[in-house]
């Protein structure tokens, strides 16, 4: 989905963005951290925080339930952190610009790493339910990719090289700093919003992917394009249409990530620390 205004229209709105996140927390954060559907409470992990609603900065705000819509901005472990609880997506009608409108100011306002994080449905029947993923590479089904259009030279250049787009380095961290070896897998993007087919689920175990997601991989392109080095981890809150006879339900995604965001949430304090 493309958005008609100019790219000095665009990149101004980025800028603008930044400008408001400087305004309101001063220098830029170490890390900045986005949290997926049901994982908000990771951000009562940060200690004597700042907290803005995205409207306050030009973000907009998601219509998501799961997601809350706030940057909290403080101390994780030491350092100092953005937590960006809650994210706005293609499905909810949005341009792509929009939705990777808080990646693209998080780096203008001159933050270096990102953490991503996601609730996803699991391909591989070996991931059950609560299990965390890191995301080593994709696969966008999405139809959609942020890059598409104009360039932002001033943000990246034209034909990225996405080949590590998920950090090696970030990745290898995050498993010293877990209490057990992490699965890492490939994430497949499909626009949703409704849950993916048994077929789809049957196509994409064939292409590759070990989970299934609506969001996270246009952040990721956008961060990539634009210089952040970036990790992923997801949350497997539910095993993917045709693994289960359960019917999914966005509840029982929200409140399985819920449940696993203790877990998620001491993994990252452990990565922070030593990013």
């Given amino acids: 989905m493309l958005e008609s205004s100019s790219v000095a229209e665009r990149l101004a709105r980025v800028d603008a963005v930044a400008q408001k996140l400087r305004a309101q927390f001063g220098e830029p954060v170490e890390v900045a951290i986005v949290l997926g559907s ?15 609603e995205n409207e306050a900065v030009g973000l907009q705000k998601t219509g998501v339930g799961g997601h809350a819509g ?9 350092r100092r952190v953005a937590v960006m609880s809650g994210r706005v997506h293609v499905y909810e009608g949005h341009p792509l610009d929009t939705v990777v409108l808080a990646v693209r100011a998080l780096a203008r306002w001159g933050v270096k790493g990102l953490c991503l994080t996601s609730a996803v449905g699991g391909c591989d ?19 959609a990719n942020p890059l598409r259009g104009p360039n932002l030279d001033a943000l990246g250049p034209r034909f990225p090289d996405v080949t590590h787009l998920y950090s090696p380095r970030l990745r290898a961290l995050a498993q010293s700093c877990a209490s057990e070896a992490l699965p890492e897998g490939v994430y497949a993007a499909m626009p949703g919003p409704s849950y993916e087919t048994p077929a789809e689920i049957r196509m994409l175990r064939t292409l590759g992917a070990n989970v299934v997601g609506m969001s ?14 970036v990790l992923a981890i997801s949350v497997v809150s539910n095993p993917a ?9 966005h509840a029982d995604v929200t409140e399985t990530s819920r449940q696993a965001a203790g877990r998620l949430g001491a993994l990252l ?5 030593r990013w």
Avoid at 216 to 225: F, Q, T, Y
Avoid at 269 to 273: F, H, L, N
């Fill in 38 to 52: 049901g994982l908000g409470d990771i951000a009562g992990r940060v200690s004597d925080p700042v907290i803005v």
């Fill in 70 to 78: 706030r940057i909290v901005v403080g101390k994780l472990a030491g």
């Fill in 125 to 143: 029947p070996a991931l059950g339910a609560g299990s965390l993923l890191l995301v080593s590479d994709h696969i966008n089904l999405s139809g």
């Fill in 216 to 229: 996270l991989v246009h952040e990721a392109i956008a961060a990539r394009h634009a210089g952040l080095e």
């Fill in 241 to 249: 249409a045709g693994l289960s006879a359960a019917e999914l339900t």
């Fill in 269 to 273: 304090a452990r990565v922070v620390e």
